[in-house]
Structure formats: structure tokens, C-alpha cells
T-cell receptor, first 112, second 113 residues
Framework: DGGITQSPKYLFRKEGQNVTLSCEQN?????MYWYRQDPGQGLRLIYY???????QKGDIAEGYSVSREKKESFPLTVTSAQKNPTAFYLC???????????FGPGTRLTVT | SQKIEQNSEALNIQEGKTATLTCNYT??????LQWYRQDPGRGPVFLLL???NEKEKRKERLKVTFDTTLKQSLFHITASQPADSATYLC???WGGGADGLTFGKGTHLIIQP
């Protein structure tokens, strides 16, 4: 059963703690992306990766970090430097940058 | 910077009618434009992709048009059903090593029985 998974679905953290969100795909896609969605807002790109061991900052990368050590995995770390981390985080993958994106179910992060 | 505008208010359509959603953009025309459906609390699902050299694309009850002169895409759902109720996102891409997609805020569509 091919697809893209994110875990956990809900995550709660105290302010000042780093937290890592998981994203795994078995679609054999080269490109992977992280987006953030706030209520009433569109998706905003945090980071993207076109290939293993390479990634680029998106529009709102400050306070976030990523790694791409394996083709299947693209974890996102929300650091304590991110001023407003509470949001719905979506991971996506695509064959290449010109193709449709497949999204995971999302992780809703709440920081108090 | 690129700006994408979609109807911010909810669109109410009677079941069986055609729903038409609008996506307008400013500045540079994208290489391609995509439409996604998003249900509450879930990730978007890809629906259709149309490239800059294409005027129209169809898939079952869905149709997308792309007018680079007007800088506009229209998304149509014919014979609409209550199950079509969702938020529909327009996304622009430029490819060629540029960033990922730039998304609009989406239009909330409600199909009333």
C-alpha cells in the first residue's frame, strides 16, 4: 500500500522544547516538501528537497531544520527559535518539481 | 512577490448545478497550475494539473481552464453533489529549479442538497 505517512497525528509540547515531526514515503519520489498551514491561510513552504542529502529553504524556514539522509524520509525539527510553532504541518512528495504532489495526513502541533 | 487570489468567502451551490471556482494571480505566469481538494483536518488531494500551453483540461466531472492573458484559472465541477463539499486550493508552480508550489488560501465550497 503506497503512500506518504506522518506521525504523530497530534503533538503537544512545552515552549522552549525542540520537536521532530516524521515524514516517510514509499512512492520512490525524489522530491519532498514541508508546508505549514494556519487557520484561514494557504499552505506556506518551509523546506523542500529535490534529492537525497540536498534541501533548500522555503518561504518560512526560520526556526525550522530538516535532513534528507534517505530517499524515503524527510523529518522536520521545529526548534525553540520558531516564534509561533502551533500549526498544522503537512509533508508532501512528488516525482519531480513539475509533477503533482502527494500529501500526508498532517501533524497538528500545539505548543503551550 | 507572487500573489494568488481565491474567493475568500464560502461558495454555496445547489446540488446538480455547476460550481465554478476562480484563481487569479499577479506578476509572472506560472509554468503550470494545479488544483487540490482539502477536507477538514486532512492533507490536500491532487485533482488536476494544467500547463501554460494548455487552455483546458478535463477529468470526469471536473474541468480546469487556464488563461495566461487574464492571469486566471477557472475550476468547474459539473453535476455537483454534497460529497463535493470541501475546500479547493489553487497552486502555482514555475519548475526549472524554483521552489515548490505556491498555494492560494482556498475556497470553501458547500453543495446544498
Amino acid at each position: 500500500d503506497g503512500g506518504i505517512t506522518q506521525s504523530p497525528k497530534y503533538l503537544f509540547r512545552k515552549e522552549g522544547q525542540n520537536v521532530t515531526l516524521s515524514c516517510e514515503q514509499n512512492l520512490n519520489h525524489d522530491a519532498m516538501y514541508w508546508y505549514r498551514q494556519d487557520p484561514g491561510q494557504g499552505l506556506r513552504l518551509i523546506y523542500y528537497s529535490q534529492i537525497v542529502n540536498d534541501f533548500q529553504k522555503g518561504d518560512i524556514a526560520e526556526g525550522y531544520s530538516v535532513s534528507r539522509e534517505k530517499k524515503e524520509s524527510f523529518p522536520l525539527t521545529v526548534t525553540s527559535a520558531q516564534k509561533n510553532p502551533t500549526a498544522f504541518y503537512l509533508c508532501a512528495s512528488s516525482i519531480d518539481q513539475l509533477s503533482e504532489q502527494y500529501f500526508g495526513p498532517g501533524t497538528r502541533l500545539t505548543v503551550t | 512577490s507572487q500573489k494568488i487570489e481565491q474567493n475568500s468567502e464560502a461558495l454555496n451551490i445547489q446540488e446538480g448545478k455547476t460550481a465554478t471556482l476562480t484563481c487569479n494571480y499577479t506578476n509572472y505566469s506560472p509554468a503550470y497550475l494545479q488544483w487540490y481538494r482539502q477536507d477538514p483536518g486532512r492533507g490536500p488531494v491532487f485533482l488536476l494539473l494544467i500547463r501554460e500551453n494548455e487552455k483546458e483540461k478535463r477529468k470526469e466531472r471536473l474541468k480546469v481552464t487556464f488563461d495566461t492573458t487574464l492571469k486566471q484559472s477557472l475550476f468547474h465541477i459539473t453535476a455537483s453533489q454534497p460529497a463535493d463539499s470541501a475546500t479547493y486550493l489553487c497552486a502555482l508552480g514555475w519548475g526549472g529549479g524554483a521552489d515548490g508550489l505556491t498555494f492560494g488560501k482556498g475556497t470553501h465550497l458547500i453543495i446544498q442538497p
